[in-house]
């Protein structure tokens, strides 16, 4: 059975889309039963895809648990406005790790050297656009960044 005959081959990876999305001081709740919770407002950014730009709108927020000195999960959920004046809904969990002190230094904030760093998330889309329909029936995996003042990432779509 060939790749492109197997159902159970594994997919390949299709490029979707660069973010470059900033970040605003973080809210931190402090320690609770699951770990340190903190709240970092997303004040903006842009994306681009092929074909198309969109500008990430202020008032979303990056839910984060940094449950171990070495892992923090990510809950991003923020809005794009495409350059066709579509919106677009993300949802985007992520897995960060990296050594104690190098995951210290993201949380407060100084920069780090990003191969140091596991950064992976999986981006998930909602819109009302009929033309962008598609990419609500598709599944996305990312890897991303952290910078002290932004998130970049790279999203692809699993073909």
């Given at each position: 059975?060939?790749?492109?005959?197997?159902?159970?081959?594994?997919?390949?990876?299709?490029?979707?889309?660069?973010?470059?999305?900033?970040?605003?001081?973080?809210?931190?709740?402090?320690?609770?039963?699951?770990?340190?919770?903190?709240?970092?407002?997303?004040?903006?950014?842009?994306?681009?895809?092929?074909?198309?730009?969109?500008?990430?709108?202020?008032?979303?927020?990056?839910?984060?648990?940094?449950?171990?000195?070495?892992?923090?999960?990510?809950?991003?959920?923020?809005?794009?406005?495409?350059?066709?004046?579509?919106?677009?809904?993300?949802?985007?969990?992520?897995?960060?790790?990296?050594?104690?002190?190098?995951?210290?230094?993201?949380?407060?904030?100084?920069?780090?050297?990003p191969a140091q760093i596991y950064f992976r998330c999986s981006?998930?889309?909602?819109?009302?656009?009929?033309?962008?329909?598609?990419?609500?029936?598709?599944?996305?995996?990312?890897?991303?960044?952290?910078?002290?003042?932004?998130?970049?990432?790279?999203?692809?779509?699993l073909a």
């Amino acid at each position: 059975m060939t790749p492109s005959t197997d159902p159970l081959a594994p997919p390949s990876l299709k490029f979707f889309a660069d973010l470059s999305v900033t970040v605003g001081k973080p809210q931190e709740v402090g320690a609770t039963a699951q770990g340190l919770r903190r709240l970092i407002p997303i004040t903006g950014g842009s994306a681009a895809g092929v074909g198309w730009t969109a500008q990430v709108l202020a008032g979303g927020a990056d839910f984060q648990l940094v449950v171990t000195a070495r892992m923090a999960i990510l809950d991003a959920r923020y809005c794009l406005e495409t350059d066709g004046g579509d919106l677009i809904y993300v949802e985007n969990r992520a897995i960060r790790s990296g050594p104690p002190e190098l995951i210290a230094r993201l949380v407060r904030g100084e920069p780090v050297d990003p191969a140091q760093i596991y950064f992976r998330c999986s981006p998930r889309f909602e819109t009302a656009s009929p033309a962008l329909q598609w990419i609500t029936e598709r599944m996305f995996a990312g890897t991303g960044v952290r910078q002290p003042d932004k998130v970049v990432m790279r999203f692809f779509e699993l073909a």
